[in-house]
């Protein structure tokens, strides 16, 4: 980072990425009649399709050849696109179940899930102040469990997921974009195959919607795209600490949409898992701010 401007632009296209995940849940009600899976697979192909073409732009398809050439890391993308394709479902699902409560739940569980994920998996060593927002996560998913009855399995397989997601392709030093665009690459043969079984009972996945639901799939790849450019762009600019602050946006936006707009039941007991989480991540926040500075 070499000055104010850089800093400032790189806040502009933060906020742009995690404003656009926020709103996803307003974008994807409008496929609410339309299978999740359904909605995946053509996420996927219209996703791979628009990230071809920028490939084609910018003249980075030797980004895309050099991870071809390497097994190993084409590996580790295709576990990528299994994590991120099943957190795109369970979102989908969630979204078209008035579940988004749950869902800006478990993104504001996932920087606590990436603490835990260091502890058991890079035998990272936490501090006090880590261990006590860990401890209060745990609390949150607790009295969550005597609120539903049961475990929030949707705020924990989006946490989980995603989670594990950034934990897989932190291994794989390819940009944004070629990492997407084999991801998406990844996925089709799934989307291939569900849309054969679903053909094989008469129910075609990507021919037999009205224009406007087909225009939607389409966007739904641009849209894909669009934030985590932008994401990528916020990251080059900024320090990690400024990018973990800004990462709150997208499940404040998401719970704010899912109360105010969707009008989904807020229970008081709610209120006390998010108030446990809440003060979690200003835990967490405080001690990795301390970590940056010095």
Request: glycine share 8%; charged share 10%.
């Amino acid at each position: 980072m070499s000055g104010p401007k850089p800093a400032l632009a790189g806040i502009g296209f933060g906020l742009a990425a995690y404003g656009m995940w926020g709103f996803f849940p307003l974008f994807f009600r409008q496929l609410a009649q339309v299978p999740p899976m359904e909605v995946l697979c053509n996420r996927a192909v219209w996703a791979c399709v628009f990230v071809a073409l920028l490939l084609s732009v910018k003249g980075q398809w030797h980004k895309v050849r050099a991870v071809l050439a390497r097994p190993r890391q084409l590996l580790l993308l295709t576990a990528a696109a299994f994590l991120v394709g099943s957190n795109w479902l369970v979102f989908l699902w969630a979204v078209a179940n008035r579940q988004v409560i749950a869902s800006s739940l478990g993104y504001f569980l996932t920087p606590l899930v990436n603490v835990v994920l260091g502890l058991t998996v890079l035998k990272e060593r936490l501090n006090g102040k880590e261990w006590l927002s860990v401890g209060l996560a745990v609390a949150a998913v607790v009295n969550e469990v005597f609120t539903l009855g049961g475990l929030p399995w949707v705020s924990l397989a989006l946490a989980g997921t995603f989670g594990l997601y950034g934990l897989v392709r932190k291994q794989v030093p390819v940009d944004a974009i070629s990492g997407l665009w084999l991801e998406t690459l990844a996925m089709l043969p799934v989307a291939g195959l569900y849309a054969l079984w679903q053909s094989q009972q008469g129910h075609p996945v990507f021919t037999g919607h009205d224009d406007a639901t087909q225009m939607l799939f389409i966007l739904a790849g641009i849209i894909t795209a669009l934030p985590l450019m932008a994401f990528a762009a916020a990251t080059q600019r900024l320090n990690l600490a400024t990018v973990g602050m800004l990462m709150y946006i997208n499940p404040t936006l998401q719970f704010a949409t899912a109360v105010w707009l969707f009008g989904e039941p807020m229970a008081p007991s709610r209120l006390a898992t998010f108030g446990l989480i809440w003060l979690g991540l200003l835990v967490y926040s405080w001690s990795a701010w301390q970590k940056y500075r010095r």
